[in-house]
């Protein structure tokens, strides 16, 4: 008879709680999209750089997915390069292929800014490029505001993440 009265008031206060969610009807539950399981995020030590130059920045990725991912880049996994409204590089061009694991949990991949085209022309402007500066260098980037934005080298294994603001100024 005893064990009848526990369960009884072990029902009745079950019961109790869930008729308390009903006394606070303002109390909505929450509902959270989880986090992507893997994340991808740019930084720069600056938001400004001369032209001619290059910032030296971080990729962090944040590999929650339970796994470690394999990738193939080219010497590199990212490219970080400098866009504008009239300037649009083009960031990959493989030569090579090489395979890279990302761990689990956080990792960080430097990468280099240029403040310069990524690609010049031998001799004269030809084709949307730039003639090449003595040395076969690459001329700067005109003044101006452009966006650091990422490119995967070969396949995305995350989004990308939002362009950051720079500024080149004169060199």
Known sequence: MRWRIVL???????????SQSHAHPAVKPRITAAPAPVSVQVVLPSQTVAAGSLLTGQVVVKNNSGHAIR????????TVALASKSYHPVAATLSCLQ????????SSY?????????GCSVGH???GLQACLPGLKAPPL???????KLYFQVKPFA????????TVIPG
């Open 8 to 18: 009884l008031a072990c029902l009745a206060a079950a019961a109790g709680c869930t």
């Open 71 to 78: 990738t193939a880049g080219c010497g590199v996994l990212f």
């Open 99 to 106: 395979f890279f694991t990302i761990p689990k949990g956080r």
């Open 110 to 118: 430097r990468v280099h800014v240029l403040a310069s085209y990524l």
């Open 125 to 127: 402007p030809r084709g």
């Open 142 to 148: 005109p003044p101006g505001r452009y966006r650091a």
């Open 159 to 166: 989004s990308a993440p939002p362009a950051i603001a720079v």
